[in-house]
């Protein structure tokens, strides 16, 4: 059985940055039939496509947040990380990191606050 | 960008009842690249329908995908009581990906 699960700090100050990571059991990152993704939901609203790595390390970013995100791999400890530069209240939101589509951690809320 | 608009926004029927669910993309979708998801309150999204028509696994035969090009159609034939939730559709047939806005299909 596939699981993920995120973790990372659930406040962030304006400015700072933003690292989450997810940690894969049941499955390889180094899989080459999976994309490893990371959507968000601001409370009350819909779905957003973040990003995603594959294990060949190539990478895709939406364009509106490609200037302040990465989206790395660990294969040693079977993870990968979202990493997002100069938060602001817009970016408060449950954070999800999926599998392709079939896979998706629990979702953590990171709330971007002083 | 391809946007994805879903319709109606909000399904009011009773257990046992058929809803159909429309999502119209800005452009076509190579592919047929595109799938549903429900999301029930406090939880996760869970893929139901991908490439349009296949059934993910374990998804009931209750749900099916339908469609290709700009217009798709989810459709459950009859509504048990868990299947009252928040509906999305996604393409992946390039980049950016986007979800539409969600369908929320409720007891009536």
């Known amino acids: 059985q596939v699981r993920l699960q995120e973790s990372g700090p659930g406040l962030v100050k304006p400015s700072e940055t933003l690292s989450l990571t997810c940690t894969v059991s049941g499955a390889s990152v180094s899989s080459g039939s999976l994309y490893w993704k990371w959507i968000r939901q601001p409370p009350g609203k819909g779905l957003e496509w973040i990003g995603h790595?594959?294990?060949?390390?190539?990478?895709d970013y939406h364009p509106s947040l490609k200037s302040r995100i990465t989206i790395s791999l660990d294969t040693s400890k079977n993870q990968f990380s979202l990493t997002l530069y100069s938060v602001t209240a817009a970016d408060t939101a449950v954070y999800y990191c999926a599998g392709n589509g079939d896979y998706w951690g629990q979702g953590t809320l990171v709330t971007v606050s002083s | 960008e391809i946007v994805l608009t879903q319709s109606p926004g909000t399904l009011s029927l009773s257990p046992g009842e058929r809803a159909t669910l429309s999502c119209r993309a800005s452009q076509s979708v190579s592919s047929s690249r595109l799938d549903w998801y429900q999301q029930r309150a406090g939880q996760s999204p869970r893929l139901l329908i991908y490439?349009?028509?296949r059934r993910a696994t374990g998804i009931p035969d209750r749900f099916s995908g339908s469609g290709s090009g700009t217009d798709f159609t989810l459709t459950i034939s009859r509504l048990e009581p868990e299947d009252f939730a928040v509906y999305y559709c996604h393409h992946y047939a390039g980049s950016p990906e986007t979800f539409g806005q969600g369908t929320k299909v409720e007891i009536k």
């Open positions: 790595i594959h294990f060949s390390e190539s990478t």
């Open positions: 490439d349009a028509s």
